[in-house]
């Protein structure tokens, strides 16, 4: 069964850290791109990161950029986002997702098509 498993959201204050991971199916997980995603409620989805897990090719929105890292462990069919001075715009609720067709990883979310059902990410003032 194809499925991704998001784990390691919690709460911080801000300027803190967390490492949220994404646990994929063997078959999810290779040689493709897998995006974390952020909603807030009343917002829209926005795409934080991606990676390749092939190449190890990476992606960030702007706003994360020097703060937020990606890795993976091949191993363990995971990925790891590595999330440092938190702030209260940072918060929401995370999903991981699987892009199985893109050569190159992006952020937008039209190409994920396996999605993990979230953890919640908040950070307080």
């Known amino acids: 069964e194809a499925q991704l498993v998001e784990s390691g959201g919690g709460s911080v204050q801000a300027g803190g850290s967390l490492r949220l991971s994404c646990v994929a199916s063997?078959?999810?997980?290779?040689?493709?791109?897998i995006g974390w995603f952020r909603q807030v409620p009343g917002q829209e989805r926005e795409g934080v990161a991606a990676?390749?897990?092939?190449?190890?090719?990476?992606a960030f929105t702007d706003s994360v950029q020097g703060r937020f890292k990606l890795s993976r462990d091949m191993w363990k069919h995971t990925v790891f986002l590595e999330m440092s001075h938190l702030s209260p715009e940072d918060a929401g609720v995370y999903f991981c997702?699987?892009?199985?067709?893109?050569?190159?990883?992006?952020?937008?979310?039209?190409?994920?098509?396996?999605w993990g059902l979230g953890t919640q990410v908040t950070v307080s003032s």
């Open positions: 997702a699987v892009d199985r067709r893109s050569v190159w990883c992006s952020l937008s979310e039209r190409p994920y098509t396996t």
């Open positions: 063997e078959n999810l997980f290779r040689g493709n791109c």
């Open positions: 990676i390749a897990t092939g190449s190890g090719q990476t």
